[in-house]
């Protein structure tokens, strides 16, 4: 019997290059033979490729369908205004900041005692 062993040759970054490289030169190779040898291939990496089920369970009908799509819709404008809150908050924060350095270079041009911006 064989022995099956699995060897690496250089780092992953590079196994993929390989990998791409030689799709691509199978892509554009048009011969019969060249075609039947992508098609093992492809054959090959579907059965033994996992395939993952769903964490959502297929619908039932159209009316599940359509509260799927309302859920997502809903999860969609929940990010929204959750991202125009973040980004209130900052414009505020910069506005804060602004201020305060408008306010020291205003004290100092005018020669008055400067104070520490309040934190």
Known sequence: M????????????????????AAKLLEQETSKEVQAIR?????????????????????KNI???????????????????EAEKEAAKKVKEEQKVFQDMLNQTLTSILGLPVQPPNV
Do not use: Q
């Open 63 to 81: 009316t599940e369908i359509g509260g799927y799509f309302n859920l997502m819709m809903k999860m969609k404008k929940e990010a929204a205004k």
């Open 2 to 21: 064989a022995d099956k062993t699995e060897t690496t040759v250089g780092n992953p970054a590079e196994n993929h290059y390989l990998e791409t490289l």
């Open 39 to 59: 098609l093992k291939i492809l054959e090959r990496i579907a059965s033994e490729s996992d395939v993952k089920p769903s964490r959502i369970p297929a619908p």
